[in-house]
């Protein structure tokens, strides 16, 4: 299971002891000292709003009792990806023309630093107080750097905290800043027996990262297992490896990943977006970073033997990417069971010889990307059984994707129906705004066994009763619900009410779940 983020039991702040302060928003005066403070004293932590000391209090006295306090705790790494607008130029340093990277960087720790609490997740930009973030900035989204979980508020809702909420003196924002590319190509290998034609299956896809086509996908998946975070640790160690020039004859380190399990579960879209994650977190250390896409039908070739040559060929132009030290390059061959059947099988059922070369192709040409420490190959399938022994000793990782649980199907229902009324498909017509529980919350409800009479409370009840039905649907069954149940509702009219929808709902999971599930 994938712990949600909470705070260790040493950092909770019922353990530590933290100077008497008055706090006071709406004083800007005092911000703006409550700044300079920031930017004159390194060792000092702004604990959210202003500091209103009184005149007989000395002030280092209080400073260093924020230090006392900073040694005391061991801050936890908090990942700030800044997308910034196309339009905006940005530079590396402030002689250059544009926008200085650190100028952001600094703009982004003041935001931060006048915050109480940092709330993990998509920031509102509308909500950021410095208006130059508020034009500059396209996206802002908080995480933490490496899973951290409380023992102590472990008990049978465990792993469902939906959301952390985090004091700003117990992290360390490390900023990433970024801009999205628009640039994506297509291409198709040249067989020797033919021209290509405008209606060939592009052999692979290139996109430059990070890329507008995968801006939030990473937020939007959802596993049970520690699958993003075991991506992350693993890119991260490579990188490591790399900078040591570590030998890969001694230590076998093939840059392979392999995904196996049902289909829908999020395989191909998880190899996308460790591949943007990339893209961002690392847009300082390479020149250019790239996706690769490989469609393994389109390497078949209806000409004898030119199935294998079409491979190699095809993993000559990567190479030539990859002679670039300063280009990073993921490649992700999605369903690659029909490039490494097993030679075992093809021989004992007579299958033709070109089989067995594309699977030898497709060997050796991965052992050649093992001298560059600027990869990462990323493959996915529903039949690992099928796939050939050799392929299987090569991987690194083989790590399967399980269908969703309870609380991941819960998520993505919530997340789907909150869309929906983000962009007033679904309009709420009473006062009080529409908002789900957390899981942890509906579960506890549901536990008590107590009737209430609050609307949203019964919305969330009504999504965890759905969520409970659709145990064998795969996330991409589920995010497919709520647009299935629109169309059938569609002559109560647009925007419809979030009553009706959520009754349709009930009733499609009720008398028609069978046939939604594929």
């Known amino acids: 299971m994938e712990y949600p983020a909470t705070i260790p039991a040493s950092l909770n702040r019922s353990s530590r002891a933290t100077p008497k302060i008055e706090y006071r928003q709406n004083n800007k005066e005092s911000q703006d000292s409550c700044l300079d403070l920031v930017e004159d004293s390194s060792s000092t932590t702004n604990f959210g709003y202003t500091n209103i000391v009184d005149s007989s209090t000395n002030l280092r006295n209080i400073e260093r009792e924020y230090t006392n306090i900073n ?18 130029e940005i530079s590396n340093n402030r002689e250059m023309n544009g926008i ?9 720790e003041k935001y931060l630093l006048l915050q109480a609490n940092v709330k993990l997740g998509r920031v509102e930009i509308c909500t950021i107080g410095d208006s130059f973030l508020r034009k500059i900035c396209k996206d ?38 970024y801009q999205l590319n628009n640039d994506s190509y297509e291409y198709t290998l040249e067989e020797s027996n033919r021209e290509v034609n405008s209606s060939d299956t592009p052999t692979w896809q290139h996109w430059e990262l990070p890329n507008e086509s995968f801006h939030g996908l990473w937020e939007a998946l959802h596993y049970d297992t520690g699958i993003k975070q075991q991506l992350l640790d693993y890119a991260s160690a490579s990188l490591i490896l790399s900078d040591h020039s570590i030998n890969c004859n001694v230590i076998n380190w093939n840059h392979l990943i392999l995904l196996y399990g049902s289909p829908g579960t999020g395989k191909t879209s998880i190899s ?39 491979v190699v060929r095809l993993f000559t132009k990567i190479r030539e990417v990859l002679e670039n030290s300063n280009s990073f390059v993921t490649l992700v061959i999605d369903e690659v069971e029909s490039l490494t059947s097993a030679r075992k099988q093809c021989i004992s059922r007579n299958e033709p010889s070109d089989s067995l070369r594309v699977v030898n192709a497709l060997l050796t040409q ?6 560059y420490p600027n990869t990462l190959i990323m493959t996915t399938t529903n039949i690992p059984d099928a796939i050939d022994d050799a392929f299987l000793d090569r991987a690194d990782l083989k790590i399967f994707i399980p269908l969703p649980s309870l609380y991941t199907r819960y998520l993505i229902l919530v997340e789907c129906i909150q869309e929906f009324i983000k962009k007033n498909i679904i309009l709420n017509k009473r006062d009080i705004p529409t908002e789900f529980l957390s899981f ?5 409800l549901k536990q008590d066994n107590i009737m209430y009479h609050n609307f949203n409370i019964q919305y969330s009840m009504c999504v965890l009763n759905i969520a409970k039905k659709i145990d064998k649907f795969s996330g991409r069954n589920i995010r497919k619900l709520p647009f299935i149940v629109l169309t059938h509702s569609y002559h109560y009219g647009i925007p419809i009410s979030i009553d009706k929808f959520m009754e349709k709902l009930e009733y499609f999971i009720s008398n028609k779940r069978d046939s939604l599930q594929v």
């Open 440 to 444: 942890r919350d509906v579960i506890q």
């Open 71 to 88: 040694k005391n705790i061991c801050k936890i790494p908090l990942s700030v990806e800044v997308c910034i607008h196309e339009n905006i």
């Open 100 to 108: 200085s990277r650190d100028i952001i960087a600094r703009k982004i």
């Open 366 to 371: 991965i052992d050649s990307l093992k001298r």
């Open 140 to 177: 802002i989204v908080l995480s933490l750097m490496s899973p951290v979980k409380l023992i102590e508020e472990r008990n049978t809702c465990e792993n469902t905290c939906d959301e952390s909420i985090i004091p700003i003196y117990q992290v360390h924002p490390i900023i990433f800043i």
């Open 272 to 310: 996308r977006a460790i591949a943007q994650k990339i893209g961002i977190r690392y847009s300082s250390r390479y020149d250019s970073i790239h996706l690769i896409e490989i469609s393994a039908h389109s390497l078949f070739s209806k000409w004898f033997s030119e199935s294998g040559k079409l």
